[in-house]
């Protein structure tokens, strides 16, 4: 009797780690759903608390000041020019990397001699360290010893310290992220141009659409999912942007090249002020969800339609 | 689109003009580095000289240097098992069980990617200097997960939808368990699908600054941090600086460029095949 029942037990607890109970799901998920709760959910509550505290490290203060951080921020001239700089790159970036980008995915989607080593070569740069980007860029841009210098030079122009200067600083840091961002949109759109049927450009030949025509009235619209997800993976990355920002400019001069990671990272571990450095973040969270929602409606929709 | 159709010769010309113009920085970098002092501020910049290896060697021998070296090394590892060991069977379940919510569950392992890298580094930060993990290479693979983990779980996911079912039925069948489906049969059909996510997160993981920079301290720095310190009150040693760039770009983009053909959905985690 007692023998049977101890059999039953362990042919139940075989069946369970064997994986052959409705548990199933569960004993595969759960170590993930825990660890993603423990460092994802967590910290975010905890920011959220964060960010309601008047909380400085240095002096080591710490109270309740509800929604005091956020109201700073409306009269926090530095955090404006943060956002200002934060839409200037992503838009700026956005728009160059995708029109650039499917122009090179339309020229590479045809064969073309060397195409190998061409889509191979096109990968590094997004492959590249972004703090080795940094570095090779400033070594670029180098006013007396760089090679755009010198290329400027070439055709007449002055030279420039790009880095230093207020006006340019924002073009060069933008300049960086087409260069190493562009190939992986011109990867989604190429994946994207492959899948189309080549009997609609038929189609639209016999009804006599030149190339234009063809491109803006048939590749376009079929386009707008890969579109919508480039655009969708690159405001993410382009929106919380430090790496090479760090790197190349430190936000300089000034606040000239400040973006929303960089202010928010110095109010942080510079001025050591947690609690608005955890504000900006749930900002940065609150905006970050509202955009990516609305690309993805927006295109998706349109595609539907 | 028709792909047998052939550029012509202008814009073939074109394409690879703009494809030059994407490798000259990452030439250029490796130029430097084998380039004397002298030949590296040479105006007019020099193509032709003759190669040096000085620059290499200085770096190898850097003690700090390959200490931090190793230290990115090993934080990738650790990162890419951890990644492995909770996201494959997670991806598994996701793409052969239906339970209520998986749509929203998958969506929110999905989403834990989005949130900004400044908003959960102030609380690892106060956290991890009230527990002594700041400065330590374990804490670093444990942040590292926020983003290796949605990452496996989602291309794993997509690789096993791929896989046709009647496989699993046929060696059940055969009267084999669940468990045992998945490991002698799933599993070692899904080579390419482990090899790629398994690569891509040790590039992410590689190539990571921002949590790197907060919480490394002397001992635990990854490479990425440490290069700055070739950069001294004397000045930027640039040579140096290169070879060291090279070193660090060398492995991600010889793994990059072995898992080329996954690269799409990895680095949209499935949503383009």
């Keep these: 009797m007692y023998s049977k029942q101890c059999k039953q037990w362990w042919a139940t607890i075989r069946r369970v780690l064997t994986l052959e109970t409705r548990l199933a799901p569960f004993q595969l998920l759960g170590p993930l759903i825990i660890v993603l709760f423990a460092i994802t959910i967590f910290p975010t509550v905890y920011a959220i608390w964060a960010s309601t505290l008047y909380w400085h490290l240095d002096v080591s203060a710490k109270h309740f000041v509800g929604i005091a951080n956020f109201q700073h921020m409306f009269y926090d001239l530095r955090f404006w020019n943060a956002f200002k700089n934060t839409a200037i790159f992503t838009v700026g970036s956005l728009i160059c990397e995708l029109v650039l980008g499917m122009a090179i995915a339309l020229l590479m989607v045809n064969s073309h001699f060397g195409s190998r080593l061409s889509k191979s070569l096109i990968l590094i740069p997004m492959l590249s360290t972004p703090v080795v980007v940094g570095l090779m860029w400033v070594l670029l841009y180098d006013p007396q010893f760089g090679l755009l210098n010198y290329l400027f030079n070439l055709v007449g122009l002055p030279r420039q310290s790009w880095l230093a200067s207020e006006h340019y600083a924002l073009v060069a840091l933008i300049v960086i992220d087409i260069w190493e961002w562009t190939p992986f949109v011109v990867l989604i759109l190429m994946a994207g141009l492959q899948s189309l049927p080549s009997d609609i450009y038929e189609a639209a030949r016999c009804d006599g659409a030149g190339a234009w025509q063809a491109f803006r009235n048939v590749t376009l619209p079929l386009m707008k999912p890969f579109i919508s997800i480039a655009l969708v993976f690159r405001f993410m990355d382009a929106f919380r942007w430090f790496d090479t920002i760090y790197v190349v400019t430190k936000g300089g001069p000034g606040i000239a090249t400040e973006n929303w990671s960089m202010y928010g990272y110095l109010t942080g571990f510079s001025y050591l002020n947690m609690g608005y450095s955890a504000a900006m973040g749930v900002v940065m969270l609150i905006v970050i969800i509202a955009i990516s929602q609305l690309i993805i409606k927006r295109l998706f929709t349109g595609y539907n339609n | ?273």
Excluded at chain 2, 202 to 218: D, K, P, Q, V
Excluded at chain 2, 230 to 236: A, C, P, V
Excluded at chain 2, 247 to 260: A, C, D, N, S
Aim: hydrophobic share 55%.
């Design chain 2, 1 to 273: 689109m028709n792909s047998k159709s052939k550029n012509n010769i202008f814009l073939q010309i074109v394409l690879w003009l703009i494809i030059l113009a994407f490798t000259v920085p990452t030439l250029w970098l490796f130029l430097t580095s084998i380039k004397t002092r002298v030949d590296a501020f040479a105006m007019p910049p020099k193509w032709i000289f003759k190669p040096v290896v000085s620059n290499y060697l200085t770096v190898l021998h850097n003690k700090s240097f390959m200490h931090y070296y190793l230290n990115s090394v090993m934080v990738a590892i650790a990162t890419t098992a951890l990644g492995l060991l909770l996201g494959v069977p997670a991806g598994y379940a996701l793409s052969r069980y239906n339970f209520k919510k998986k749509d929203d569950l998958a969506f929110w392992i999905l989403s834990t990617r989005m949130a900004p890298p400044i908003l959960v580094i102030v609380p690892f930060y106060l956290l991890f200097r009230r527990i002594h993990l700041l400065d330590t290479l374990a804490g670093l693979v444990l942040v590292y997960a926020t983003f290796s983990l949605a990452f496996v779980t989602w291309m794993m996911k997509g690789y096993f939808d791929g896989l046709p079912r009647d496989l699993e039925e046929a060696s059940r069948v055969d009267g084999a368990t669940r468990l045992r489906c998945i490991v002698s049969v799933i599993l070692p059909l899904s080579g390419p699908g482990l090899m790629a996510s398994a690569i891509f997160t040790f590039i992410s993981s590689w190539n990571e600054y921002f949590y790197a920079l907060i919480l490394t301290g002397t001992r635990s720095q990854t490479v990425p941090v440490a290069i700055n310190s070739f950069i001294t009150f004397e000045g930027i040693r640039w040579g140096e600086i290169s070879a060291a760039g090279i070193l660090i770009l060398v492995p991600v983009v010889i793994f990059g460029l072995l898992v080329q053909k996954y690269l799409v959905s990895g680095l949209t985690m499935g949503a383009v095949k």
